[in-house]
């Protein structure tokens, strides 16, 4: 099959790539590089020894994605394009707005004009809200999300099963990713936050090659066994997988299913720092700071459906998931611009 990644020069987009090429699948990726580089793409091919069609394209413009399409025939789409800071989506909530409802429009319109009838969506675990209890499982209704980019993902979660129940022919895979970390195991690729890291992992690696002085942890008075917040870690490359499965069942199915893809399994902020400790040998500093607004106490998956339907589930461990985030991180001390 050809899937075409929208947004695949990002993180979990260019480990996709990686994972499709070696399960066989032609790719094509889209991205106008707002949180990327073309590098990563080169190491997709670095590593995988395959060439990539690559397109420089705004997502939201419909001549762009025109292109895209009309260079070769496209069976699955995959929707990674969006904008990801939930802080920056707090102050600039329209921009977020804007950017990831527009990919999202822009997408159907043009897939629609081509023929184009299947389609797997990033989401996120945000969309549970903070009125469920965990482990979320795909049929609690969803919540009320704590910022704008969680909302932009649920708006988007139901465009897209709008648009499948009023097309017969539509096939949607909505992917409800928990905490993807690590890297691929060459160190090649990996996470590469502009600016200040916004997530945990990112941060400690930052902290780590000396990048940042230190961790703070946001808050250590939760109801948990060490206080700190609790959260489904996944190793990127597992994600990754889980995105083959569902390209290959969205290309057998018609209608809309969701998936959670986590490991099951939770970590404290604390778990992370001693695994990372034990898996690089560094000692990481960190400082107990306040709450940060918006965090849930605790989010993890039921992950028996991905199990069950895709024959999907998660291989890898903590170790490997630190291990992995500290090798890409130590070999590209400043991501991509080494
Ligand atoms: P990322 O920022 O590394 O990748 C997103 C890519 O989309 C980037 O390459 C960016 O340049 C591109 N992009 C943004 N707007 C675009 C546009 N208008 N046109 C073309 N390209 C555009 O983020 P990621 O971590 O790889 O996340 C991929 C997707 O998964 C995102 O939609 C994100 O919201 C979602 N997601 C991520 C996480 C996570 O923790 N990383 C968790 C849940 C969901
Ligand atoms: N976290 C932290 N310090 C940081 C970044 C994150 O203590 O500098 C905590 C955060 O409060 C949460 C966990 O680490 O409990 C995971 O945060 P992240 O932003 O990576 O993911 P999300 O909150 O989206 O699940």
Redesign the pocket.
């Known amino acids: 099959m050809r899937v075409l990644l929208?947004?695949?020069?990002?993180?979990?987009?260019s480990h996709t790539a990686v994972a499709l090429l070696e399960a066989g699948h032609d790719i094509v990726v889209?991205?106008?590089?707002?949180?990327?580089s073309a590098e990563a793409i080169r190491r997709v091919e670095e590593i995988t020894g395959k060439s990539v069609d690559l397109f420089e394209?705004?997502?939201?413009n419909h001549e762009d994605m025109r292109r895209v399409f009309d260079a070769k025939p496209i069976d699955v789409v995959i929707?990674?394009?969006?904008?990801?800071a939930v802080g920056e989506s707090v102050e600039k909530p329209v921009k977020y707005y804007r950017?990831n409802i527009?990919?999202t429009l822009t997408l159907l319109e043009v897939m629609a004009e081509k023929g184009v009838h299947n389609i797997v969506f990033?989401?996120?675990?945000?969309v549970y809200g903070d009125e469920n209890d965990v482990p979320y499982v795909e049929t609690m209704k969803k919540g009320s999300c704590t910022n704008p980019?969680g909302w932009t993902?649920s708006m988007m979660e139901q465009i897209f099963t709008d648009a499948a129940k009023a097309d017969p022919e539509m096939s949607v895979v909505l992917l409800r990713?928990f905490?993807?970390i690590g890297a691929h195991e060459s160190g090649l690729i990996g996470?590469d936050p502009q600016g200040i890291p916004n997530?945990l992992m990112p941060y400690i690696t930052q902290v780590a090659v000396g990048r940042r002085d230190h961790l703070t942890v946001f808050g250590d008075d939760y109801d948990t066994p060490d206080g700190t917040c609790r959260r489904d870690y996944i190793h990127v490359m597992d994600l990754a997988e889980g995105h083959v499965k569902a390209v290959e069942y969205a290309a057998e199915h018609k209608g809309t299913e969701i998936f959670n893809l986590g490991t099951g399994t939770p970590y404290s902020v604390l778990d992370i720092v001693k695994a990372f400790r034990k898996a690089s040998g560094v000692e990481i500093k960190y400082e107990i700071g306040p709450r940060r607004a918006g965090d849930v106490q605790d989010c993890w998956a039921d992950a028996t459906k991905a199990e069950k339907v895709l024959g999907w589930t998660a291989k890898r461990g903590i170790e490997d998931m630190c291990r992995d985030a500290w090798n890409w991180q130590s070999k590209n001390p400043n991501g991509y611009r080494d």
Request: no cysteine.
């Open positions: 929208a947004g695949g020069a990002g993180y979990i987009g889209a991205d106008n590089y707002a949180n990327s394209a705004d997502v939201t929707h990674f394009a969006g904008l990801k950017n527009d990919t990033s989401s996120s675990a945000t980019y993902k990713y905490n993807p996470e997530n």
